[in-house]
């Protein structure tokens, strides 16, 4: 009998998530804790974005602080990560069988887009990480096939964690709250969009998104931060059924929603 596939897709907010975590963090902690220890965790995060796929192998993962003009608390905060040459190696060996050619970056650490949703849920960081770069360039259908390539290792006791949001058009974010904080339809309208399709697993319209949906091209100007989501998809399978494990905003503009495959 297979065993199940351990993939996951979570939102990482702002950087402020880190500070004020909420209803999200709560949701991603206890979804963590109700799962198996696995051997390595294989983090996507949009915030790194490279010309090909590229995978982390360092074995001491460095805290990034990627941002600039929020809380000075953010930039004491520290991810103590590992890294795992032989699943680095496997993460590799994984992408080249599907004909992926793929740079290795001995140097790379954790950016927030990788530590703070890790933080929520393995707050202990005793659990090795290996980092892999999106390319946002090369759209939905690239990013599917990542997964695809990582489906092997989610069925091996490796858990694939892809970071990112459902809603990331940050130009609206003053706009709205200049209107008092009121979020515009469109958000809202564009994850209930993408929860229809995902629980029925409509994995073509998903992948049209911005043809396919009223809301698609205005929620992500630029597409880095939901590429994520379709590398999950890849991975989990066509066989995997997704289920929401938090759906939310946060900053008047950002869907929050996670989901887990079943």
């Known amino acids: 009998m297979q065993t199940a596939r351990k993939v996951l897709f979570v939102p990482h907010g702002a950087p402020t998530f880190a500070l004020h975590p909420g209803a999200a963090g709560a949701a991603m902690a206890q979804l963590a804790q109700g799962l198996a220890t696995p051997r390595a965790i294989v983090v996507v995060s949009p915030h790194w974005d490279t010309a090909v796929p590229t995978v982390g192998t360092a074995t001491q993962l460095e805290t990034i602080h990627d941002f600039g003009g929020f809380d000075s608390r953010l930039y004491d905060l ?3 990560a590992t890294g795992c040459p032989e699943a680095a190696q496997q993460v590799v060996a994984a992408l080249q069988a599907h004909g992926i050619a793929v740079p290795q970056d001995a140097q790379r650490g954790l950016d927030h887009g990788a530590w703070i949703p890790l933080r929520q849920m393995f707050p202990d960081a005793d ?3 290996v980092p892999l770069s999106v390319q946002s360039h090369a759209g939905p259908a690239h990013a599917y096939r990542i997964g695809q390539a990582l489906a092997a290792l989610a069925q091996d006791n490796f858990l694939i964690v892809a970071s990112g949001n459902i809603t990331h ?4 974010y003053q706009t709205a709250r200049m209107a008092g904080g009121q979020t515009p339809a469109y958000v809202q309208d564009f ?3 993408v929860h229809q399709h995902m629980v029925a697993k409509d994995t073509a319209a998903l992948l049209n998104y911005r043809q396919a949906s009223a809301s698609g091209a205005r929620a992500h100007p630029s597409e880095d931060h939901l590429l994520p989501l379709f590398t999950a998809l890849g991975a989990a399978g066509l066989d995997a059924q997704p289920a929401p494990f938090y759906r939310g ?6 869907a929050m ?5 079943h």
């Open 249 to 254: 905003m946060s900053d008047y503009v950002i």
């Open 191 to 193: 994850a209930d969009w």
């Open 127 to 129: 659990i090795p990480v």
């Open 78 to 80: 520290r991810y103590p």
């Open 169 to 172: 058009n940050l130009r609206d």
């Open 257 to 261: 929603d996670g989901y887990s495959f």
